[in-house]
């Protein structure tokens, strides 16, 4: 039994349909891939920018519970803990409000940096990411040359003095590997 020619071109028509929804949906696609990159990058920035404002806000931190030292044997909190709630005076302190949540791990652990004895002087990130080569994140901060957010460090300004001879002399004199940000 042939088809009549109206039949044909039906057939033929649906065929070109079949095509055109296929184009569109692959078009689709490729468009939803290019705007998940590009919220991916976004999202990152965003990140970069809030690790460096709760960088310098511990860093601040660190230096108000210096400043109030009593003890000069210990100037600097064993704990971040001790920066919400410093009880070593008569009228008790909060240095900082809360502890941060690393952005850029999403996870409350911090990378600590400690003086031998024990006392902490700066924070940085726990993430092995690599971070976007750029000058700067925030005006007042250039990120140093870093394979990782590990290395983007945020230090009490006078904890960089504490810090110091516990330094190699060829570690120190590194350009861009003392990362020292002050608040």
Not at 49 to 56: A, D, K, N
Not at 109 to 134: A, E, N, T
Request: charged residues 25%; positive net charge; glycine residues 8%.
């Amino acid at each position: 039994m042939a088809l009549s020619r109206r039949g044909r071109t039906q057939q033929r028509g649906r065929g070109f349909t079949y095509l055109g929804v296929l184009f569109l949906i692959s078009v689709l696609a490729i468009t939803a891939a290019v705007a998940g990159v590009v919220w991916s990058v976004a999202k990152q920035r965003d990140d970069e920018r809030e690790l460096v404002f709760v960088g310098r806000q511990f860093a601040a931190a660190i230096e108000r519970y210096r400043a109030a030292a009593t003890d000069p044997a210990q100037p600097y909190p064993r704990g971040l803990e001790e920066l919400l709630h410093d009880d070593r005076s008569i009228t008790p302190a909060r240095h900082l409000r809360r502890l941060y949540i690393d952005p850029m791990t999403g996870d409350s652990q911090w990378g600590l940096i400690r003086l031998p004895d024990g006392g902490i002087v700066g924070v940085h990130s726990l993430s092995d990411r690599k971070p976007f080569p750029r000058q700067f994140v925030d005006p007042r901060f250039s990120p140093p040359p870093a394979l990782s957010y590990r290395e983007w460090r945020f230090m009490a300004p006078g904890g960089g003095e504490a810090l110091a001879p516990a330094t190699t002399p060829a570690a120190a004199s590194a350009p861009g590997r003392a990362p020292f940000l002050e608040p």
